[in-house]
């Protein structure tokens, strides 16, 4: 079955190639399809497209179909083209003619913009709530090790002292920042499509301040034309949002590949989370690192995808965009499994004890002997030269003291601060005005 189908038969060649994996990721916008036909249904009544009765009989139908799709025993029936027709087929089979009023001054284009947003919406949240726990591991485990000292470098050459206080605090004040650009994408994405039709709205005198409110956006997308213009740039921006969190894990997991190394040997973790080689007996592999670093790397590739793929459209609605969701759908449950599994690891990870007291990392104390030498009133320029004089000569005296003291560094990692401003971005989404919009919705 087919909305737009009237007297001619499609080609089973166009359709299989038009259609292609849509069904597949249409299931994954069931539970929001159905959202959306809700808020739709209770719109039509107020302004005398349905009668109360009906829309009723239609929103007790939808909250059915709801659980379904919900529990995922909703499915998309073989000669059905996609989830908004398999609704409208049930409703249909249902309630008769009244389940045919259900389309009314709607288009599949705004039905399909809903649905993502509030796809995108849900999953966004759900990030954030996978972050959360990850940051906060990050923070325990940055006190915790406030006092193990590893080298710091610059252009991967031996640079000053660093501590894995720092470390990971360094990566937990990243996922605040992440989370500053996620929170972008979510202003972007709770704002209301619907109504907008086919893209240039409708003769029909609808009310889409009400759908929004019972939906729970923060906004509308008001001009019509710009709603539709909105497919692909929604998208594209929450794909920037998760490349910038794939970024800090991707980098995170390449400083465990090295900090694992046997030539580092910083840090080692269970055998049980590493793995072996075929033929050599001593090896243990950070193969979760590595594979964290190329899920990540591939959705750092996201955004440009993205781009790619809408470059010249003009406005108005095209079908390239249906493929955006083959390649941003599955990220968002990659970049989950990515924070899980660097929970895990780094739950597990244990940091070698007196790393820098290895006689190879000497002159990472240098700057230590340079400042002490400012301290008691000689130039800087004149320290610096003398310090370089005595390394050059063999004289340099080793002194492992290390005095920082000021906001951020090692005496004074400042992570109070930094899960301040971790809570001040998280209070910033407000979840729970979604959560009571949609239960309203669902329970009535």
Not at 136 to 144: F, N, P, R, V, Y
Not at 226 to 254: D, F, H, P, V
Request: proline residues 3%.
């Amino acid at each position: 079955m087919k909305l737009w189908q009237k007297n001619t038969t499609v080609s089973a060649a166009v359709e299989k190639f038009t259609v292609g994996r849509d069904k597949e990721f249409d299931l994954m916008l069931a539970p929001f399809d159905v959202l959306g036909n809700i808020a739709h249904a209770k719109m039509l009544a107020t302004v005398g497209l349905l009668t109360y009765e009906e829309s009723e009989s239609l929103v007790t139908e939808l909250r059915s179909i709801f659980s379904m799709a919900v529990a995922g025993e909703l499915t998309i029936g073989e000669s059905v083209e996609d989830i908004h027709s398999q609704v409208e087929f049930l409703l249909t089979k249902a309630l008769g003619d009244t389940g045919k009023k259900i389309h009314s001054a709607r288009s599949r284009n705004d039905q399909v913009l809903v649905d993502i947003k509030l796809f995108l919406r849900s999953e966004i949240e759900e990030l954030v709530n996978a972050v959360k726990p990850f940051f906060e591991l990050l923070i325990t485990q940055s006190e915790k090790y406030a006092s193990h000292l590893l080298p710091g470098y610059t252009h991967l050459q031996l640079a000053m002292p660093s501590s894995f206080g720092l470390w990971f605090g360094a990566y937990a004040e990243s996922l605040v920042d992440d989370l500053i650009t996620l929170q972008s994408a979510y202003q972007v994405v709770n704002k209301n499509p619907l109504g907008s039709a086919a893209g240039y709205g409708s003769s029909f005198p609808i009310n889409r301040t009400l759908t929004t409110k019972l939906l729970g956006f923060a906004d509308l997308n008001y001009n019509v034309v710009y709603a539709q213009m909105g497919r692909g740039k929604a998208e594209r921006i929450t794909a920037q949002a998760m490349a910038n969190l794939a970024e800090t894990l991707a980098r995170l997991s390449m400083d465990m590949c090295l900090y694992l190394n046997q030539n580092f040997d910083f840090v080692s973790f269970p055998a049980e989370l590493t793995t072996g080689s075929s033929i050599m007996p001593h090896k243990k592999n950070p193969d979760v690192f590595e594979l964290i670093r190329s899920h990540c790397n591939r959705i750092k590739a996201l955004p440009n995808e993205i781009s790619m793929m809408t470059t010249n459209l003009p406005s108005g609605y095209h079908r390239d965009l249906q493929l955006l969701k083959e390649h941003l759908f599955p990220a968002f449950q990659n970049l989950k499994d990515c924070l899980s599994m660097a929970s895990l690891m780094l739950e597990n990870i244990s940091v070698k004890e007196n790393i820098m007291a290895d006689t190879k990392y000497k002159y990472a104390f240098s700057v230590e002997a340079v400042n002490a030498l400012v301290l008691n009133g000689l130039p800087f320029r004149d320290a610096y030269k003398k310090v370089g004089l005595d390394i050059e000569t063999g004289n340099f005296e080793i002194s492992s003291e290390v005095n920082h003291v000021h906001e951020g560094t090692i005496g004074n990692l400042c992570n109070d601060q930094i899960q301040k401003m971790m809570q001040s971005v998280v209070m910033k989404f407000e979840f729970e005005k979604v959560h009571q919009a949609i239960e309203q919705l669902i329970k009535g």
